[in-house]
């Protein structure tokens, strides 16, 4: 067999990615690193010196739209398992403050951003902002809880893993929106009612509804069948799997929010049996595929750069960025979080790391796809997209392991006060 053969060579460098999805995080653990950083550098690194075609996601848009699809509902359904606490008005104050008015200001502020610095219309503008608003529930594992029942769910790390399982869906209707002004034009008309009606009310309200009876549904049937083999008592990690395509699958062919339906619908599952250990090994198996996913795309978006996404970029592209990451996230989260029952730096950290990454590639794929209006500024659109993306993993990655150290040593401080 020809040792140059391109499927060999695909399969060695399958096996070397999954080598590193298993070990990377270990070995990075005490260094101002992350796993998404690396992947970033050995795509670009692959990439530059190859002769083939370079992998531009605006070349290949329904791959890209997949792909990014598939690993954030995995994320997703991952997120929900995690969380221990159960869903309340109460004790999840927070997140809803993020979801209700930082997330709309951080659409606001970043479409206003993409109409002042980029020159985009007002459509365009606003995909920007719903693409670039939600946290990402793929690369933002760093700051979320740890697996289930490990009791590594502070304040901060619950509110930025339930924030980043909601908002996903939530930004739904934005982009919706921003397909429909782009399509009948920004003058209100009998469009805006149908928006309203279909792409809020119903396709919320399916989401919701969906995912937590089938989430309950399957529960009961996985943890409350009284026959002599309970489903739990598989062990079949790769169940996880099973779940997030069923409800997403249900949901979208509901014309609902499959991303908000499959994080409910795994809420659903702990709160059918909350402390059985089988939802450790669900949690794990989600967490592994996902991890995987996310390593090979993240290899692809390196290349994406090697190749050239950013080029359209000027000094206007580099600025919207920033103020992207250093202004319209952080001070809608803080204006959100302002009185709530927190010390000054968890409610900085929250609203700090707002982690943008893979659903943002997705939504903008996504609108791409299903409008040609926004062919004129497509590029500028996949380049903003890719620098913020780009900007958020080294800026992030950088700095949340010493972060979340220092919060968690203030803690301590405060609870032995």
Known sequence: MDPTDPYIVLLAGTGVLILLVAWLPMLLREWPL????????????????????????QQWPAVTE????????????????????????????LTWRMLGIAMP????????????VLGLGVAAALLLGAALAPTDPVLAADVQVGPPQSGEEDEVRFTLTAEAGLNDGLAFPFV???IAISAHGPLPGPWLLE??????????G???ALGWVVGMALGWLVFRVPNRARLSRTGEGFVALGVTLLVYGITEMAHGYGFLAVFVAALALRAAERHHRYHQTLHDFADQIERLLMMAILVLFGGAIAGGLLAPL???????????????????????????PRPWDERAA??????????????LAYALNHEAGFEEVDEVLWATVGLTVLISVLLHGTTVTAAMRRLDRARGRRGSA
Do not use: Q
Request: aromatic share 12%; with cysteine.
């Open 350 to 363: 929250i609203a700090f790391f707002g982690i943008r990454g893979l659903g943002s590639f997705y939504y």
């Open 314 to 340: 000027d000094w206007a592209g580099v600025a919207a960025a920033l103020l992207i990451l250093f202004v319209a996230r952080p001070v809608a989260g803080m204006l959100a979080l302002a009185g709530a």
């Open 195 to 204: 928006w309203a009606m279909e792409d809020v009310a119903w396709k919320l």
């Open 176 to 178: 919706n929106l921003a």
């Open 34 to 57: 992350s796993l998404p950083m690396v992947c970033i550098g050995f795509g670009y690194g692959v990439f530059a010196l190859s002769a083939g075609d370079l992998p531009l996601p």
């Open 105 to 116: 200001l951080s659409i606001a502020a970043i479409a206003l951003i993409g109409h002042g």
């Open 206 to 208: 399916a989401g919701l």
């Open 66 to 93: 997949r792909l990014t699809e598939f690993v954030v509902i995995v994320a997703l359904t991952g997120a929900g398992l995690k969380l221990d606490r159960p869903l309340a008005w109460r004790t999840w104050s």
